[in-house]
Nanobody
Framework: QVQLVESGGGLVQAGGSLRLSCAASGIIFGFKDMGWYRQAPGKQRELVATLTRGGDTNYADSVEGRFTISRDNTKNTVYLQMNSLKPEDTGVYYC?????????WGQGTQVTVSS
């Protein structure tokens, strides 16, 4: 059974940094890509960053240049380094791993950026 567990969220002042981690357990057949998404109160969940199996990255315009997605295959973990945080980055951050058959989601971790 595949499980994704996020960690690293918290409260930070504007301009600060956080690093989110998403540890995957279990075997994922047909892995395609992994990504981070976020959901602010009263808003729809939105894509933050993705990393394909081949190493290609994609970022939302709002985080380009401030956030970096990466992975450690030896630890089955995907990271999101968030720098120069802004209050509008506040939300619940979810990691997702996509395979050819389905998507797997973590439970989310709260990020709050104070002004």
């Amino acid at each position: 059974q595949v499980q994704l567990v996020e960690s690293g969220g918290g409260l930070v002042q504007a301009g600060g940094s956080l690093r989110l981690s998403c540890a995957a357990s279990g075997i994922i057949f047909g892995f395609k890509d992994m990504g981070w998404y976020r959901q602010a109160p009263g808003k729809q969940r939105e894509l933050v960053a993705t990393l394909t199996r081949g190493g290609d990255t994609n970022y939302a315009d709002s985080v380009e240049g401030r956030f970096t997605i990466s992975r450690d295959n030896t630890k089955n973990t995907v990271y999101l380094q968030m720098n120069s945080l802004k209050p509008e980055d506040t939300g619940v951050y979810y990691c997702k791993i996509s395979s050819i058959s389905r998507d797997y989601w973590g439970q989310g971790t709260q990020v709050t950026v104070s002004s």
